[in-house]
T-cell receptor, first 113, second 116 residues
Framework: GDSVTQMEGPVTLSEEAFLTINCTYT??????LFWYVQYPGEGLQLLLK?????DKGSNKGFEATYRKETTSFHLEKGSVQVSDSAVYFC????????????FGAGTRLFVKA | NAGVTQTPKFRVLKTGQSMTLLCAQD?????MYWYRQDPGMGLRLIHY???????AKGEVPDGYNVSRLKKQNFLLGLESAAPSQTSVYFC???????????????FGPGTRLTVL
């Protein structure tokens, strides 16, 4: 079945460091891919998305590129801030049954001042 | 717009007690979902609904029941709570527009449930 695997955390970085959170997926066809972010005490919110191969999603300085050949959707940010401390979830929405979303386990990010 | 709201925010139950979690959305979304979030396991789908009056089982439905009597509300019930149901519960909603290939979900703030 469809699945999402993302790197285990926590990830601890200093402010202004470069961030990469790895995400790979298993799915039939071309699913839509997402990164959601969960700030402390809140629900998840969509950070960025990509709906077809080679698409790049971006938002708030974060980027991720849909790589069909490596079935990956790694999240990157060039310079993290303390306010980026949160849990990040990679997710996919299958091509069929598109109203369902499959989430990875989440990666917690701590950014130190 | 309030978006997706959940009540209560926190609850402590004893084993065997029952309770209902309420989710409400004011975005006129067709689809609604209940997830549980446990450490190291991400979000797991409990039940979902594709429209008023319809419900379906997700990945981990055992021990839970749901109802969608009104489009804007989605209720999650625990008939006889067990310690294994200690978790954070999230409700979400979404819509699908013709020609749109993806499905963004909008989440509530969560309910933290402890079963002793």
């Amino acid at each position: 079945g469809d699945s999402v695997t993302q790197m285990e955390g926590p990830v601890t970085l200093s402010e202004e460091a470069f961030l990469t959170i790895n995400c790979t997926y298993t799915a039939t066809g071309y699913p839509s891919l997402f990164w959601y972010v969960q700030y402390p005490g809140e629900g998840l919110q969509l950070l960025l998305k990509a709906t077809k191969a080679d698409d790049k999603g971006s938002n708030k300085g974060f980027e991720a590129t849909y790589r069909k050949e490596t079935t990956s959707f790694h999240l990157e940010k060039g310079s993290v801030q303390v306010s980026d401390s949160a849990v990040y979830f990679c997710a996919l929405s299958p091509l069929t049954g598109g109203f369902k979303t499959i989430f990875g386990a989440g990666t917690r990010l701590f950014v130190k001042a | 717009n309030a978006g997706v709201t959940q009540t209560p925010k926190f609850r402590v139950l004893k084993t065997g007690q029952s309770m209902t979690l309420l989710c409400a959305q004011d975005m006129n979304h067709e689809y609604m979902y209940w997830y549980r979030q446990d450490p190291g396991m991400g979000l797991r789908l409990i039940h979902y609904s594709v429209g008023e009056g319809t419900t379906a089982k997700g990945e981990v439905p055992d021990g839970y029941n749901v109802s969608r009597l009104k489009k804007q509300n989605f209720l999650l019930g625990l008939e006889s709570a067990a310690p294994s149901q200690t978790s954070v519960y999230f409700c979400a909603s979404s819509y699908l527009s013709p020609g749109v290939a993806y499905n963004e979900q909008f989440f509530g703030p969560g309910t933290r449930l402890t079963v002793l």
